[in-house]
């Protein structure tokens, strides 16, 4: 039997108040993005896959106490899910509580086609600092830029450069990391310097902006595959370029 692999989603975004619409914002928006989905179920303690009557007036009564329930399509031939997690002040950036939203869809070519909206609509929909969608065999590549070893400090896979921990990054709109589709805000994209019409000739080719005036990046046409010489070329000029990202800009 084959395993399907999947499209990991995060964006991060500042803490939920008591009445914020960001998580029905994020969870519509998901929907409008992939036709014809649904996330209308929840998964029970049980771990049983219930049908939520109300989506919306339970995720208003989850939001109001600050939390960001995982809900789902219930299809598990085709499983989409989307929730949050509340990242504390001391292990965010510049001490600031932040949400991070994590979403995952099965990486096929209906999802691959409309994957760039996605990661829009989700993060302009939470108003996010920044964000990525990323295949999740890269996903692990980069989740070892910032893993420390037992011996200390990270020690990334491929060549790529080790990476600040998050609560050692020097403000919330600075992204960590670089994925296959990028999300940067308006204030993200000015941190990091983007975009130099003469620099990032290239980016801007496969770069729109958002509704919200940020930018989504894409930088490779197909699905970030760091067994792909080209694609991990790609990431390797991308993190020179922008020094800025994981904190590894000089002081």
Known sequence: MTTRSSLLLNAYASELVEKDGRTIAAVHGLERALPGLRLESEVT?????????????????????????????????????????????????ARQPLLDVQAELPLVPTVITVAANVIEAVADGLRAFWGHATPEGAALDITYQTAPTLQGPPSPRRGLPALKLFEHIRAPEIPYYLGWLNYWSAAAAQAIGFPDPTRDAELLSR????ATGGWIVQLTDAPLDLDNPAHLDALLRTYERFPEIGGRAAP
């Open 45 to 93: 303690e049980a771990r049983k896959i219930s049908i939520l009557p109300q989506r919306d007036e339970w995720l208003a009564k989850a939001t109001a106490r600050r939390e960001f329930p995982l809900v789902c399509n219930g299809d598990e031939s085709f499983p989409v899910m989307i929730s949050g997690l509340m990242t504390p002040a001391a292990q965010s950036p």
């Open 207 to 210: 770069a729109r902006r958002t």
